[in-house]
């Protein structure tokens, strides 16, 4: 049996959370994934699971994958699409976002500009190799790969159960509620509190909000082939968000595609019963030529 994950607010840890993301922040200029993952255990993450991943396929197609987890998850959030687009030809590189896969107390310290940061320099090691980059995020990791379309060119994006609008009718004001409650409890299974945080901290979710307003007044200008998956079943963003989201972006190529009251949140879940749905969807559309795809 797995042991429970624990915050344990009087421990010391929040000395090495005030300083994790300035240290995630001082990758070398040209990264590696040996660089990557020495950093990430560095940072306080013990399960291998939750280490960020370089995926290699038998015969290149040319094209890298960049993907980004969600608030509170780590890379192992994204590996079952990162497996398939390898079998394809794909380099996948699956990042750790700074704060997440430690404790939640580094999550409380880091800004999503750090967030940011993690994505860029995946995206470099990419590049690096002389391969097309593109990205799929799933939640905040779909809005920080729409964000980051504007500071790198992507091929295409994949972008699962992103939002502007969070359900919860409190989201809005998590910067005034972290002043009295710094940690809101959620329920997760035994076997996945390795995965994801129990506790999420206010501050994070204010650094979410801060990212989506920006997200809502740049997504004109984002102009890079698009694919939105959203579901009727997700129970954590606001209902039509996605496709409001999709209404609002600039690409010429894009496409959107909602699934059932069946689907929850996290597409990429073997939660979901359209997981395999959803990843031969954000595959096809990775491996499309612009010609094949529509609006």
Same mark, same amino acid.
């Given at each position: ?13 929040? *000395?090495?959370?005030?300083?994790? $993301? ?17 950093? =990430? ?5 013990? &399960? ?6 370089? *995926? ?15 608030? $509170? =998850? ?28 430690? +404790? ?5 310290? $880091? ?48 972008? @699962?159960?992103?939002? #502007? ?7 809005? &004001? %998590?910067?005034? @509620?972290? #002043? ?8 997760? %299974? ?18 979410? +909000? ?6 809502? !007044?740049?997504? !004109? ?36 595609? $909602? ?7 996290? @597409? ?28």
């Amino acid at each position: 049996m797995r042991k429970r994950q624990n915050l344990n607010l009087n421990s010391k840890a929040p *000395l090495r959370g005030a300083f994790c $993301c300035l240290r995630e922040r001082t990758t070398a200029l040209k990264p590696s994934i040996e660089q990557e993952i020495a950093a =990430a255990r560095s940072a306080g993450v013990n &399960h291998p699971e939750n280490l960020p991943f370089l *995926l290699r396929p038998e015969k290149s197609n040319g094209q890298g994958i960049l993907l980004v987890h969600g608030f $509170c =998850a780590t890379p192992r959030e994204m590996r079952p699409l990162g497996s398939d687009l390898v079998k394809r030809g794909f380099t996948v590189l699956g990042v750790r976002l700074p704060g997440h896969g430690t +404790n939640p107390k580094d999550l409380a310290k $880091c800004r999503f500009e750090d967030w940011l940061t993690a994505i860029n320099n995946g995206y470099h090691l990419l590049a690096q190799e002389n391969l097309a980059v593109s990205a799929a995020g799933l939640s905040t990791g779909a809005l920080l790969v729409a964000k980051f379309s504007r500071r790198q060119p992507l091929e295409r994006m994949v972008l @699962l159960s992103p939002f #502007l609008q969070l359900q919860h009718p409190l989201a809005d &004001h %998590a910067g005034f @509620l972290s #002043l009295f409650m710094p940690y809101r409890k959620r329920r997760i %299974a035994e076997t996945e509190q390795p995965f994801y945080y129990q506790y999420r901290p206010l501050k994070g979710v204010v650094q979410i +909000n801060r990212l989506r307003r920006q997200i809502r !007044k740049e997504l !004109k200008s984002m102009t890079t082939p698009t694919l939105v998956l959203a579901a009727v079943g997700d129970k954590t963003i606001a209902p039509g968000t996605a496709k409001e989201l999709f209404n609002k972006l600039g690409s010429e190529i894009k496409e959107f595609y $909602c699934y059932g009251p069946e689907v929850p949140h996290t @597409l990429t879940s073997a939660e979901n019963p359209r997981q395999m749905a959803v990843i031969q969807r954000a595959a096809n559309f990775l491996a499309a030529s612009p010609s094949t795809t529509t609006t």
